[in-house]
């Protein structure tokens, strides 16, 4: 069975409707009007142990919505959710004991404690044994540089060292799934490595599956091999991200740097985007004409000194997704 299962997902809100005027807002106080909004729309999808799936879509597409949803925090209009064999929102309590959770603009430590308090408090909430809290507490500290700030007050931490601070506590009592939205969000490059770093190592030594919601397509590429893409609160796409590269990232470019010369440079097959000095960019269709074909005509009648070919890059064929949708010979996809 997998550890997480959902069918036919769906959440709508109430929301009132504003009057205008004096009178109107006299109205509204005997009698409120109410629209429906869908934010999720019978989304089903089933994730196994282990797996490290990104939950990706544009701003209102229903992602934090589902979220919460499998976090225990709401309740579904209709469907079936079940997180590690456990209905979320009927068993919070045993569902949070399951589940560690990492929201990039908030965090679950003790603003004013040194950051080791808000350890020793999780443990002693999550009842979690002298010996594994120790263990964990040396990886975390060996792996996300723990040391450098354990005795700080969560309020004078960096962004990159309160992310490092909150995963661990995400952590703390071992649960077999990790959700993180956004967790690298603000962070530099360094510190965004050592956080991907972390995630892949947990993963990989203690089998975490890792849900991973947020708009770094660089996130998604680098630690997830499946993605599940929704928009308007309906999934557009399941399955693995190279595929989407394979099916929507048909178009490479040609990075080539010539000898001086005077001519000028033509192609055939091939777009010329950009030029600076004797460098060119030459974008092309990888199924009308390969690389090394257009290698070949250029050599013809330039020498090269170097070249490279860019590959597309996964945040701008999400993109193309967004705006074109899928057409009949783009259908949802499920892998």
Same mark, same amino acid.
Request: aromatic share 8%.
């Given at each position: ?36 909004k869908e934010a ?118 960096? *962004?990159? %060292? @309160? +992310? ?9 009592? /071992?649960?077999? $799934? !990790?959700?993180?939205? =956004? ?23 203690k089998q975490v ?13 680098? *630690?997830? %091999? @499946? +993605? ?9 796409? /399941?399955?693995? $991200? !190279?595929?989407?590269? =394979? ?62 070919? =860019? ?25």
């Open positions: 069975m997998s550890i997480i299962e959902v069918n036919g997902l769906h959440k709508e809100f109430l929301i009132a409707k504003r009057e205008t005027g004096v009178m109107g807002a006299i109205k509204s106080l005997f009698k409120r009007e109410f629209t429906k999720v729309k019978d989304i089903s999808f089933s994730i196994e142990k282990g797996e490290m799936v990104g939950y990706i879509g544009p701003n209102g597409a229903g992602k934090s919505t589902t979220i919460k949803m499998l976090t225990g925090i709401l309740v579904p209009s209709a469907g079936e959710v079940t997180v590690n064999g456990i209905i979320p929102y009927e068993n919070r309590q045993a569902n949070a004991k399951n589940i560690g959770v990492v929201f990039g603009q908030r965090t679950q430590l003790w603003w004013d404690l040194p950051t080791i308090e808000s350890f020793e408090l999780l443990k002693a909430i999550y009842r979690v044994p002298d010996k594994r809290y120790k263990e964990n507490m040396a990886i975390f500290q060996e792996i996300l540089g723990l040391d450098e700030f354990i005795n700080t007050p969560v309020r004078q931490l960096s *962004l990159g %060292q @309160r +992310m490092r601070a909150d995963i661990a506590a995400s952590l703390l009592h /071992d649960p077999p $799934i !990790l959700f993180l939205d =956004e967790p690298t969000i603000g962070l530099d490059v360094v510190a965004k490595e050592k956080m991907r770093t972390f995630i892949q190592e947990i993963n990989r030594e599956t890792v849900i991973l919601t947020t708009h770094d397509m660089e996130d998604i590429e680098k *630690l997830c %091999q @499946r +993605m599940v893409l929704i928009d308007h609160g309906q999934k557009v796409y /399941d399955g693995e $991200i !190279l595929a989407v590269k =394979e099916r929507f990232g048909k178009m490479r470019t040609l990075v080539v740097d010539l000898e001086e010369t005077s001519k000028q440079l033509y192609v055939t097959g091939g777009a010329l985007v950009k030029q600076e000095g004797y460098r060119y960019w030459i974008r092309f269709n990888r199924d009308e004409i390969s690389a090394s074909d257009l290698i070949t005509q250029i050599s013809q009648t330039h020498n090269i000194k170097d070249l490279t070919v =860019e590959e597309p890059v996964i945040e701008s064929i999400i993109s193309r997704i967004y705006q074109e949708g899928f057409t009949e010979q783009h259908e949802t996809v499920h892998i």
